[in-house]
């Protein structure tokens, strides 16, 4: 078997379309809707993440402002930042770009969101209404797995109500910004949703809850952490990783997953690769929020 791929950078295409016309309809109707991204510290992933979002705003007419912070600021001045972008009209999404430094303790500054301009649904408030099945926002990552696979599901013709209803879902990290939304859109699902992390792997019981998976998403941060041992026959994978690897010929830094590639691809029927998989989709994903705020924040939502 060779694993299907899943073409992230085509799915991010046709979803542009739609993000475009609804920044367009905006803009007829006199708002300019605009992403305020905060990032503390040069993180590999999320200096390349704000790049792509960079891009991507100016590409669909999403006003950007980022704002730089070094990796030794104090939380204090984290949080003026934040209530600043709250207090700023011309901001209506903001995204804290993680991991924060160790010092800082992220559960407060994601308190200090104005729940209506958190895209991500980091806020408490938010949170609890994603868990409840009644979400604001779904946040951008989930949102692109679950667009991958819908999409994944249409193309090959298969019914997705029955699909999840019969699907075992196994979730490998476990963050508030990635792991737990997704279990928690699983369980919206009607699936049986497994949850495991790193741990499950040093204790040596990672394979045994993943191979019960028909799909399996990987969102753990651990650069070639799945491979072909730990995938059931068939499953769909859905691998989340953003991890730098250096070439030891060219000294190059490359962008991989947390799949080993090869071995999963031998075993899956679909994979998204690393890069140009969940990536592509989930930048695109967190501008349609950004436009849902601004739709709601000028009070034109039905």
């Known amino acids: 078997m060779t694993a299907d791929k899943i073409d992230g950078r085509a799915s991010a295409k046709a979803l542009k379309e739609i993000v475009a016309a609804d920044v367009a309809a905006l803009e007829n109707a006199g708002v300019h809707c605009g992403l305020a991204t905060v990032m503390v510290g040069s993180d590999y992933g999320s200096v390349e993440y704000e790049r792509r979002l960079r891009r991507v705003s100016g590409q669909l007419g999403v006003g950007y402002r980022h704002i730089f912070l070094a990796a030794n600021a104090a939380q204090d001045m984290v949080i003026r930042v934040v209530l600043s972008l709250n207090a700023d009209p011309s901001v209506d999404g903001i995204l804290v770009l993680r991991p924060l430094p160790e010092h800082i303790d992220e559960g407060e500054v994601f308190q200090a969101l104005d729940p209506v301009k958190d895209i991500e649904s980091v806020h408490p408030f938010n949170a609890g209404l994603l868990a409840l099945g009644t979400p604001r926002f779904v946040p951008s990552t989930p949102a692109a797995v679950f667009h991958l696979l819908d999409g994944y599901l249409d ?148």
């Open 155 to 302: 193309s090959v013709g298969e019914d997705r109500d029955a699909f999840y209803r019969g699907t075992t879902i196994a979730v490998v990290g476990r963050s508030n910004n990635v792991g737990k939304p997704v279990a928690s859109l699983g369980h919206n699902r009607q699936a049986v949703v497994l949850s495991c992390d790193e741990w499950a792997s040093r204790t040596g019981r990672l394979a045994e809850l993943t191979r019960r998976a028909d799909v399996l998403v990987v969102a753990a941060g651990v650069a070639g952490l799945i491979t072909g041992e730990h995938v059931k026959d068939g499953a769909i994978v859905l691998d989340v990783g953003i991890n730098p690897w250096t070439d030891p010929q060219s000294g190059e830094v490359h962008m991989v997953g947390d799949v080993e590639p090869a071995s999963v691809s031998a075993k899956a029927r679909a994979l998204t690769p690393v890069p140009g998989g969940v990536g592509p989709v989930t930048d695109v994903w967190l501008m349609r929020n950004t436009a849902a705020a601004a739709t709601m924040a000028a009070g034109l939502g039905s």
